[in-house]
C-alpha cells in the first residue's frame, strides 16, 4: 500500500497553531477541513510514499509555543489518525500515542 495522506482529529481553534510539518525530514504543506463543531481534521497530503518508503515513516508537527493549541495534548483532539492510499480507497484507523 502507498502512503498519500495522513489526517488527524485535531481541536476546533487549532488552525493557527502550526508552524511546519515535515515527513522523513522533508517539509511538506498541511490543511484544514472542518466537519462540523468539534470535527476539524489537519492533514498532510501529497505524500507519495510507496509500500517500501512508507515503511518507518516519521511524521513530525511543529507547534506554535504562542498558540491555542500549543501542545500535543491540545492540538490532537481524540488522538486519531486515519491513512489514505492514492487512490483514497482505504482508510484505517488507529489510536495516536503522544510522547
Same mark, same amino acid.
Given at each position: ?50 509500500? !517500501? =518508503? ?11 509555543? $504562542?498558540? %491555542? *493549541?500549543?501542545? /500535543? !495534548? =491540545? ?11 492514492? $487512490?483514497? %480507497? *482505504?482508510?484505517? /484507523? ?6
Amino acid at each position: 500500500m502507498d502512503l498519500h495522506k495522513v489526517e488527524f482529529l485535531v481541536g476546533d481553534g487549532c488552525q493557527r497553531s502550526v508552524a511546519a510539518t515535515f515527513v522523513n525530514g522533508r517539509q511538506v504543506s498541511w490543511s484544514f477541513h472542518s466537519h462540523g463543531t468539534g470535527r476539524l481534521s489537519f492533514k498532510l497530503t501529497n505524500l507519495s510514499l510507496s509500500t !517500501a =518508503t512508507a515503511a518507518g515513516v516519521q511524521l513530525q508537527v511543529h507547534l506554535l509555543q $504562542a498558540s %491555542t *493549541c500549543a501542545t /500535543a !495534548a =491540545t492540538f490532537f483532539r481524540g488522538r486519531s489518525l486515519a491513512f489514505f492510499n492514492a $487512490a483514497q %480507497t *482505504c482508510c484505517p /484507523a488507529f489510536s495516536l500515542s503522544l510522547p
